[in-house]
């Protein structure tokens, strides 16, 4: 049984869709990696510099794919215990972070999240069944 109830912090741009900032860019695989998540009851933080009608666009594309999220750029539970503006999670998911599979998107300029080979780490780790 695969873990649950973690909170798993996830950046968008270059994470979630391929780099087009300011604009939206194609999926790069996370919406059914996601969706697993968000079924074995794991809560998501969308984790992003984007702000204003930049953020709301995010989150935009999160509802219109049913993905719930948990909260954006912060975890509400973490205010009984600190007050720093680190959001705290069990696990982050971020193109950027050291030992994150990424994959060249044709293209793209940059790089992109590979959701196969995070989906395989998540098994891996217990966050996912197989």
């Known amino acids: 049984m695969a873990i649950?109830?973690?909170v798993i912090a996830i950046d968008f741009d270059g994470t979630v869709v391929t780099h087009e900032y300011p604009n939206i860019g194609e999926d790069?695989?996370?919406t059914e990696v996601l969706k697993e998540l968000v079924r074995n009851r794991n809560k998501l933080i969308l984790y992003t510099m984007r702000s204003g009608k930049l953020l709301d666009a995010a989150k935009s594309w999160f509802a219109e794919r049913?993905?719930?999220?948990?909260?954006?750029?912060a975890n509400p539970e973490q205010g009984r215990w600190t007050e720093s503006p680190k959001v705290y999670a069990d696990l982050y998911i971020d193109d950027c972070n050291l030992g994150c599979p990424i994959k060249i998107v044709d293209g793209c300029s940059r790089p992109v999240a590979d959701w196969v080979k995070i989906r395989e780490q998540l098994v891996r780790d217990g966050y996912l069944d197989e």
């Open 28 to 30: 790069a695989g996370a």
């Open 66 to 73: 049913k993905i719930p999220l948990f909260a954006v750029n």
């Open 4 to 6: 649950s109830g973690a």
